[in-house]
T-cell receptor, first 111, second 114 residues
Framework: RKEVEQDPGPFNVPEGATVAFNCTYSNSASQSFFWYRQDCRKEPKLLMSVYSSGNEDGRFTAQLNRASQYISLLIRDSKLSDSATYLCVVNDVDMGYALNFGKGTSLLVTP | GAVVSQHPSWVICKSGTSVKIECRSLDFQATTMFWYRQFPKQSLMLMATSNEGSKATYEQGVEKDKFLINHASLTLSTLTVTSAHPEDSSFYIC??????????FGSGTRLTVV
């Protein structure tokens, strides 16, 4: 299985800070890219899909660089409720439609 | 939106016993169900892909005789951990893919084998 690599963190940031997460994937044939959020002992929840043109959803901005096989997530104006683990996820052709998850990056936003 | 109901949420069992985990798609038909497990501080690892009416496809290193998957209907897939051992203790989670709703996850089952 091809790898999805993330910095595990933890990232400890104060409220209002901007924080960036990076991810690299090894399979150049990967087709779809996502950021998921996982709270402790819970199922992952889709945060946003990631497109080559970049996309933004409120305080969250995701970027994809296919040439570098690199994905990023930027969170602006961090809230306490953003504390969670952020999972970089890729859909590989050789896994059918199954998702390939990174280990996740832990974020703790403090008052 | 699509909902996948997974039961039980947590279970404690004795070594050597079997545990069945159910995932039901409540408002859509799940032709394909994915089964993952997640050990502490690790990523979700795909165990197997089950397709309704056919045999599941297992990932390398996952014993098909130990982790029995049944997907007999478009709304129900089950994973049975047979002869469970403490090293099987993990967070097991299912996910269905639907053309309209994308990927929907069950809420997960935390299995502890003592």
């Amino acid at each position: 299985r091809k790898e999805v690599e993330q910095d595990p963190g933890p990232f400890n940031v104060p409220e209002g800070a901007t924080v960036a997460f990076n991810c690299t994937y090894s399979n150049s044939a990967s087709q779809s890219f996502f950021w998921y959020r996982q709270d402790c002992r819970k199922e992952p929840k889709l945060l946003m899909s990631v497109y080559s043109s970049g996309n933004e959803d409120g305080r969250f901005t995701a970027q994809l660089n296919r040439a570098s096989q690199y994905i990023s997530l930027l969170i602006r104006d961090s809230k306490l409720s953003d504390s969670a683990t952020y999972l970089c996820v890729v859909n590989d052709v050789d896994m059918g439609y199954a998702l390939n998850f990174g280990k996740g990056t832990s974020l703790l936003v403090t008052p | 939106g699509a909902v996948v109901s997974q039961h039980p949420s947590w279970v404690i069992c004795k070594s050597g016993t079997s545990v069945k985990i159910e995932c039901r798609s409540l408002d859509f038909q799940a032709t394909t169900m994915f089964w993952y497990r997640q050990f502490p501080k690790q990523s979700l690892m795909l165990m197997a892909t089950s397709n309704e009416g056919s045999k599941a496809t297992y990932e390398q290193g996952v014993e098909k005789d130990k982790f029995l998957i049944n997907h007999a209907s478009l709304t129900l897939s089950t994973l049975t951990v047979t002869s469970a051992h403490p090293e099987d203790s993990s967070f097991y989670i299912c996910s269905a893919r639907d053309e309209n709703y994308g990927y929907t996850f069950g809420s997960g089952t935390r299995l502890t084998v003592v």
